[in-house]
Structure formats: C-alpha cells, structure tokens
C-alpha cells in the first residue's frame, strides 16, 4: 500500500461507492483560499487529488471533455496570509465539487503542522535540528513528515523499518543495557544506526562504558541533568549523535542551550492547529 492507495481510500469514505457524471456541470474555474495567515503545505497533493476523483469515481463520457489543469499562484513552503487566494483549478464542476473536502482536509493539516514547525523552531538556536517522532497516525505518517521537513524541521524514523531505537522496554525484556545492545546488532541492517534511550546518568554512563551504539537519547531530563549528561558524552573518545526527548514547547529554548544536537517533539504534530481553508467557485464557462 502506497500514499496514493491511501489517499484513495480517504476519498471513498467521502464519496462511498456511487459513481458520479459529469452531465449536466459545467467546465468551471475554483479558487483556494486561506483564510488565515499560515506557511503553505499540500498543494503538491491536488493534482493527484482531482486525478483520483475523476478517473476512479466518475463515469467516461461520450464526447471527450476539457481536462483539468491547475494555476498555482503560491507553493508549498511559502508564507500566504489572510483571504489570499493560492491556486485556481480548472475542471468540470461536479468533480472539483467532490474533490473540494479532501484537497481542504490536506491543506489545512498540513499547513497547520508546517506553520507550527516553523514557530517552534523560531525558539531555538538554528545549531540545534527538530525532529518529528511516531507518535502519530502512521497512514499519513509520509504526509506528515513532508510538513515537518517543509518547515525546517528533520525526519526522524518512520518505523521500525528504517531505524532501530532501544527503548526501556526493550532493555528490560532484555535484562540490561548490554545485552539489549547484542540484541539489536545480531538484527540490524549494514549501514542502520543504532539509538539508546537513557533517562538518567547511571544507564548513560552504562552506554558510554559499553561504547557500540551510535546515538544517544536523554529523555525526559530536566534542564540541569540534562547539561550534566552533555558534559559527560563529551568527554568520551568516541563521537556520539545526542537527542533530548520528552521536551515540552514551554522549555524547549532552554533545552536548545544544553548542547544537544536534536530535539524531538511529538507536539509538532499534536499541537499543530488546522488552518482554515476553503474552495470557492470563481467561474463557470
């Protein structure tokens, strides 16, 4: 399953399973518009949107009908502000109105999550990279990351798949910290980095003592352990990724100042507000 089966999927619970007919609506032109201040993200995602809509929900004509094609005022990425319009669409009437709910879910979803990335990021020194974490819906994860990245931010793992990160849980099935480690290099990937989450001095000291991952994760430490942690890592010979989790927005400028390299957040996504936008007719020919 792919992005585009999953998007289809989100378009059949909208639309159910009728087919729909051109007949009888005119070719039209619609305009996108935010109605708030927001950094754009998504747009790459409509002409895929109205490509699903009308080859999979409505019926061939006889005679062959104008085809859509879209006016992109503003990107991905930009910073659009209120009642601007971004893009006009040109399509038949009846398909653009069955696409009009899903282009304005996606837009403003993840234009809410890049605009909340980049206030995010305005707190902190740019030394310091934010990360997105898994604690999302993974059907849209994909999505998801593109806002984060969009804005500035950086991806973190998507799954299990493509990172291998050593949690409590799997150090206390394991029985410690070392043998947690054997256990996730007798089953890594050549060229996959291997991550530890510690939560206090005694079990980083345990990490740095056995020497063999690659990154280093303090969670949920307060501001001054977390500086005490910093201080040790870098006395060690061996050079290590260092990421602060568990790190409320409230205090992530002070979290920045630590020395860590990465920040990870699942509020990225949790706190991102949707943005309010809407598709309205402009013309009908």
Known sequence: MNFKDILKERIHHDLGFDFYRKDGYPYSKFKIIFKENAIIAGTIFVPTIVKIVEEEFFLEEFEESKRYKFEVLKRDGEQTSSKETIMYIYANANVLLKAERTICNILSELSGIATHVKEVLSKID???????????????????????????????????????????????????????????????????????????????????????????????????????????????KKRYLVEASGVREEDIKDVSKTGVEFISMSSLIRRARYIDVSMKVDKLF
């Open 126 to 236: 740019s030394s310091v990279f934010l990360l997105d974490t898994r604690k999302n819906d993974p059907l849209f994860r994909p999505e998801h990351k593109y806002a984060i990245r969009l804005a500035g931010g950086k991806n973190h793992r998507s799954g299990f798949f493509d990172g291998v990160l050593i949690k409590d849980n799997d150090i206390a099935i394991s029985g410690s910290i070392k043998s947690a480690i054997d256990n996730s290099l007798k089953t890594s990937k050549f060229l996959t980095k291997i991550e530890i989450e510690v939560g206090n001095i005694q079990d980083l000291e345990a990490v740095l003592l056995d020497g063999r991952v690659d990154a280093i994760l303090l969670d949920n430490m307060p501001v001054k352990e977390l500086r005490k942690a910093i201080e040790i890592i870098s006395r060690s």
